[in-house]
C-alpha cells in the first residue's frame, strides 16, 4: 500500500510540474481542445456561490479586546469523481497517466470493453476519486469576495479497478454487519423513499444509508438499476465518496474520513445539470438530468462534490 501510495503521489508530482492544465477529452482523444481546469473551475463556480451567506459584524474574532468580524459560509470543493463505463477507462488525462503508471503494480489494463449490461436494466460504472487545486482560482476569480480559508491539493484517493472484487460484489462492505443490516431493512421497507425532512422531523437519521430516489448505498459497488445513465453514474460517484471516506477492508490510496456523508453534488462534465446544477444526493432526476444531452459513447461523467464551510474574518463589509 505504501508503494502504491509513493507512485500516485510522484506521479501527481510530475504531473503538476510538468503540465499547466488539465484537459478533458472523450475516450481516444487528445487534451488538445478539450476541458480545461479553467473551465473547471468556471463551471464550479455556480456552486461555490450556492448558499453564499456574509453577515456584517456577525461573529467575534476575539473577546478580550472585543473585535468583531464578518460571518461567512459558502462551498468547498472536497472531490472530484469520474465514472467511465469500462475498467481502465478515462476521460482525463492525468487520471489515464496514473492508471497506466501504476498499471502493473495493481495488474489493470489500459482500457477495458464497457460494462453495461441489458438484463433487467442492470447498469455497471467504474469510478475515480480524485482532487485538484482549483479552490485557489475560484479566490482569483472572486476578488471582492470573501472567502475562507481552505487548502485544497493534488490526489488520487480510490481506483474501482484496485479494488475490483469490492466494487464488484460489495464483499468488504457485508463485514460491516450494521450497515448491510440497515441497508437491507430501508430496501425491504422503502424507507428512503420518505423525504430525508420528514424522516428527521420524527429523529431518524438515514444519511449514508439512503440515497433517497436513487435508492440504497450500501453494498458500495458500481451496479445499479436505472433508466438514466446520469444518474447511475451519480449513483457510483457518491458510493465511491463513501468508499474513500469509510475505506473498510477496501483497497484506497488516500483516505478522506472527512468527506461529507450528505454532499452538494455538481454534474460538471460533459454537461451541467439543469435546471438544478446544485443538488443533493437522491435529488430527482426531472430536477437536473440533461437529456437534451447525448453522452458521447466511451466518454465518462465528471462530478464535484461539495461541502459547506463557515468562519470568522476580518470585517470588509461583505463586500
Same mark, same amino acid.
Request: net charge negative; aromatic share 12%; glycine share 10%.
Given at each position: ?108 489494463? &489500459? =482500457?477495458? !470493453? +464497457? ?13 475515480? /476519486? @480524485? ?101 447511475? &453514474? =451519480?449513483? !457510483? +460517484? ?13 483497497? /484506497? @490510496? ?66
Amino acid at each position: 500500500m505504501l508503494k502504491r501510495t509513493f507512485i500516485v503521489n510522484l506521479m501527481l508530482f510530475f504531473f503538476v510540474t510538468s503540465v499547466p492544465s488539465i484537459g478533458f477529452a472523450g475516450a481516444g482523444d487528445t487534451a488538445t481542445g478539450s476541458l480545461g481546469i479553467l473551465d473547471l473551475a468556471a463551471s464550479a463556480e455556480t456552486c461555490l456561490l450556492f448558499g453564499y451567506q456574509c453577515i456584517p459584524f456577525g461573529c467575534m474574532l476575539s473577546t478580550i479586546p472585543p473585535i468583531p468580524g464578518d460571518f461567512v459560509c459558502h462551498n468547498i470543493p472536497r472531490a472530484f469523481v469520474e465514472t467511465v463505463v469500462g475498467p481502465g477507462q478515462t476521460v482525463i488525462p492525468f487520471i489515464g497517466d496514473v492508471l497506466s503508471l501504476i498499471g502493473g503494480s495493481l495488474g489493470l489494463g &489500459s =482500457g477495458g !470493453a +464497457a460494462s453495461h449490461q441489458t438484463t433487467d436494466n442492470l447498469q455497471y460504472m467504474d469510478a475515480h /476519486v @480524485f482532487d485538484v487545486p482549483i479552490y485557489p482560482i475560484l479566490e482569483f476569480m472572486n476578488p471582492l469576495l470573501e472567502m475562507c480559508p481552505y487548502a485544497d491539493t493534488w490526489a488520487v484517493n480510490y481506483f474501482s479497478e484496485a479494488d475490483t472484487v469490492n466494487w464488484r460484489t460489495g464483499a468488504a462492505d457485508y463485514v460491516n454487519f450494521g450497515e448491510m443490516l440497515e441497508g437491507a431493512l430501508t430496501s425491504l421497507t422503502s424507507i428512503c423513499s420518505v423525504p430525508d425532512a420528514a424522516l428527521s422531523a420524527v429523529g431518524i437519521s438515514l444519511t449514508d444509508i439512503c440515497m433517497w430516489t436513487w435508492g440504497v448505498t450500501y453494498p458500495r459497488t458500481g451496479f445499479s438499476n436505472s433508466y438514466s445513465e446520469p444518474v447511475e &453514474s =451519480g449513483i !457510483a +460517484a457518491y458510493r465511491a465518496s463513501r468508499v474513500v471516506a469509510n475505506p473498510l477492508l477496501r483497497v /484506497v @490510496f488516500v483516505p478522506d474520513p472527512a468527506l461529507p456523508a450528505a454532499p452538494t453534488m455538481q454534474l460538471a462534465y460533459p454537461f451541467m445539470g439543469k435546471p438544478l446544477s446544485c443538488f443533493p444526493v437522491g435529488t430527482p432526476p426531472a430536477a437536473w438530468d440533461n437529456l437534451t444531452t447525448k453522452l458521447p459513447k466511451g466518454s465518462g461523467y465528471v462530478w464535484i462534490l461539495w461541502d459547506k464551510i463557515c468562519c470568522c474574518l476580518p470585517v470588509h463589509g461583505c463586500l
